[in-house]
């Protein structure tokens, strides 16, 4: 049963810099899962901010980025501000179109 | 601009039906592959289904599979979710979401509607 990974909860400082990772209970996150980094705030829809790895969706501003840092995707946030604090959930494709989210990470800044 | 609105979310005893639809606008719609998503209270975000643009291909989870049938309408820009035996555990907010090309495999989300709440409970 696979099952993808994330950090219960992180903090970060205002204006510092913060990297959540999506890892898979077994094997590597490559580029071939597609991996992509979900924002939601409490009572919101998800917003997207970023797909296929690192392309930023519409809007996001650049300061949110994502990459593979080892065998995990990566979503780092630089100058991180106040409003950045809400949950962050990331989705793999595994195959036959089918999908996996994470269990998400609240992100705490303080 | 693109716009996605769900309805349909409703209380509903176990072993029943529901259908729920999502309106799109904003985009041509029969040219982007649509998922639904679904989150239960409390709880994490759980892909449920997906579907091509044309329709001709549908995913499901293995939670979902035999009970629920994704389908669309690309004459009137609609994406449905039909649910039968429904049980309590699908008790939760239920999201579309347009993805990025009319792939229905890789292509990944990039816009989201506001969700529907369904509750499953006697």
């Known amino acids: 049963q696979t099952v993808v990974t994330q950090e219960p909860s992180f903090s970060v400082s205002p204006g510092g810099t913060v990297t959540l990772t999506c890892g898979l209970s077994s094997g590597s996150v490559s580029t071939s899962y597609y991996p992509s980094w979900y924002q939601q705030s409490p009572g919101q829809a998800p917003r997207t901010l970023i797909y296929s790895t690192n392309t930023r969706s519409a809007g996001v501003p650049d300061r949110f980025s994502g990459s593979i840092l080892g065998n995990k995707a990566a979503l780092t946030i630089t100058g991180a501000q106040a409003d950045d604090e809400s949950d962050y959930y990331c989705v793999l494709y595994l195959r036959s179109g089918i999908w996996m989210f994470g269990g998400g990470t609240k992100l705490t800044v303080l | 601009e693109v716009q996605l609105l769900e309805s349909g979310g409703e209380l509903v005893q176990p072993g029943g039906s529901l259908r729920l639809s999502c309106a799109a606008s904003?985009?041509?719609?029969?040219?982007?592959?649509m998922s639904w998503v679904r989150q239960a209270p409390g709880k994490g975000l759980e892909w449920v289904s997906g579907t091509s643009g044309r329709g001709g291909s549908t995913y499901y989870a293995d939670s979902v599979k035999g009970r629920f049938t994704i389908s669309r309408d690309n004459s009137n820009n609609t994406l449905y979710l039909q649910m039968n035996s429904l049980r309590a555990e699908d008790t939760a907010v239920y999201y579309c979401a347009k993805k990025t090309s009319a792939s229905g495999d890789t292509a990944p989300f990039d816009y989201w509607g506001q969700g529907t709440l369904v509750t499953v409970s006697s």
């Open positions: 904003g985009f041509t719609f029969s040219s982007y592959a």
